[in-house]
């Protein structure tokens, strides 16, 4: 072997040793829980929570979904397909079969909509694309209503539309 590799090789064991034992420093009781078989408690439940849900976990957020698996969802008639944009631009056109919930009008229509699907059916949220936070906000307020399985399909509309599939209004 030439120098060089050999002092290129001994670098990067050096690195390697480093990173290892900086992230065995950072995470020790992490890993010493682990290794000893202690697990943390769970944290405490806060009182808005009703008692029925406390023993449920709940993402703080709702899990975003690509373009593939809302498709599958979609073609599957497993989810309920949630569209966050006002009621015009819907109009105008919106993933077929997707239900109208602008996210404006989310705190008025909440109700009726919880009517229709309970809170254990799978949601699919979209809007109007990746600079479109509306769907974000919408699925939060469902998931604070209740509501357990909230997807976002974060490529909204426009992505759904580019790849051609079914859309009901807009331009024929």
Known sequence: MHQSTKRLLREMAIICLMAATIGIAWNHRLLL?????NVPANPPVPASIPPSQAGQRQPAVPLPLGLMQVKEFHDRKEAVIVDARDG???TAGHITGAVSLPLGEAD???A?????YPPTTLLVVYCNG???HD???LAAKLIAAGYTTVFVFEGGFPEWEAAGYPVTGGKP
């Open 112 to 116: 009726e909509f919880a009517k229709r």
């Open 33 to 37: 829980n682990a290794w000893t078989g």
């Open 130 to 132: 990746y600079d479109c």
């Open 135 to 137: 769907s974000h906000n």
């Open 88 to 90: 015009a631009t819907f």
């Open 108 to 110: 008025a229509r909440l």
